[in-house]
């Protein structure tokens, strides 16, 4: 009898001593063994980086667990594309950690071609955190299970949590979109200027700042003339043109802007850049930036872009695109309503404040 309440006595022991000694790592584990049990087998699953008190800690969370799944064979484990995830934080207004709202999730499952979404945060201080994770549905957005566990520090979380740097907050203006952006409107060297057009030039992420701030600029000229594009197809009414009563409209509108956006591209003018924001960060050992740039084009230099689109070419070019045996009738159609939404853009850019 003695025997057996010293055994137990030790086996309580060790208990008390896991619990106090889990790690990150077990952590992970348990999680891993938590997914591969409840989703079903070859379910195509995206993890997005953990909240967490350091972005490295986040990453590490979200490669590890990556690893420990893809070798488990069970989950299909969805790759992420730094041009797609950045793209989608751009789209979404969210920059891929802690909660992901509902329209998020079914844009990420779009894009990335994942079935689930797992997300998670890491909270904690001193010696005692905790990781939670949640299991999302991109088709219904219903959460299909969530994990916890509680770990203690060690020489891995320590180097982790080393290097938090505490993060710059990013400016409003990432936020906003584009037509709440009218503080920016006066000021500055540049007068005359349409909200519409203030925008975000995004680079990749490089080892250079330099070059970052160069693709960034570069960019800038894609966003703006996407923007003008954007806002003429928004006037056409794809489903009154007899011309594309067989086609499918979004395919159609998403051409449309393809072959205005291409046109004037290389003719969106100089700017003046009004706010920079550089993010940072290190991974493997090696530094990496993305830079935004705010920037402001005269209202002139934007009617002139318009002023020079040519209806006749640009319907030219979709019919050819789209191989559609259109006759002169239909194409007369879609020249007069490019042209009509061309001098209804003109009209509301002329109405703006402070033109000149």
């Known amino acids: 009898m003695r025997k057996i309440f010293f055994f137990v006595m ?34 195509r699953v995206l993890i997005i980086d953990p909240a967490a008190p350091s972005s490295e800690l986040g990453s590490y969370a979200a490669q590890e667990l990556s690893t420990r799944l893809v070798n488990g064979r069970r989950v299909t484990v969805v790759e992420r594309s730094d041009d797609v995830m950045r793209s989608l934080s751009i789209e ?27 997300t998670g945060i890491i909270r904690g201080s001193g010696d005692s955190y905790r990781l939670n994770i949640k299991i999302t549905s991109v088709r219904t957005a219903e959460i299909l299970g969530q994990y916890s566990a509680s770990f203690q520090t060690d020489t891995v979380l320590n180097a982790l949590l080393a290097r938090t740097v505490p993060p710059r907050v990013k400016p409003q203006w990432l936020y906003e979109p584009l037509t709440a952006r009218t503080r920016y409107e006066t000021g500055g060297s540049v007068s005359g200027t349409s909200q519409w057009y203030y925008d975000v030039g995004i680079s990749n992420k490089t080892t250079s700042e330099q070059t970052s ?28 043109l007899s011309m594309f009563q067989s086609s499918g409209i979004e395919d159609v509108e998403n051409r449309i802007e393809a072959v205005i956006t291409n046109s004037i591209r290389t003719r969106v003018p100089a700017y003046e850049t009004l706010e920079w924001y550089i993010e940072t960060g290190n991974t493997g050992g090696t530094d990496w930036y993305i830079a935004y740039v705010l920037v402001r084009f005269p209202r002139r230099e934007i009617i002139s872009i318009i002023d020079r689109i040519e209806p006749v070419n640009i319907t030219n070019v979709i019919v050819q695109q789209m ?23 003109l009209e509301i850019i002329n109405e703006g404040r402070g033109g000149n």
Not at 224 to 235: L, V
């Open 92 to 118: 979404t207004n969210y920059q891929f950690s802690g909660e992901v709202s509902d329209a998020s999730i079914q844009l990420i499952g779009q894009r990335t071609g994942a079935e689930a979404v797992i």
């Open 323 to 345: 191989n559609i045996n259109a006759s002169d009738r239909q194409k007369d159609e879609l020249i007069q309503s490019f042209m009509e939404a061309k001098d209804r853009v």
């Open 10 to 43: 030790i086996l309580c022991s060790c208990v008390f001593c896991f619990a106090q000694t889990a790690t990150l790592d077990m952590a992970l584990s348990g999680a891993k063994t938590y997914i591969e049990s409840f989703l079903p087998q070859g379910i």
């Open 213 to 240: 701030r160069t693709r960034a600029r570069q960019n800038v000229q894609q966003v703006i003339a996407e923007n003008i594009a954007s806002e003429i197809r928004a006037r056409i009414d794809i489903t009154s």
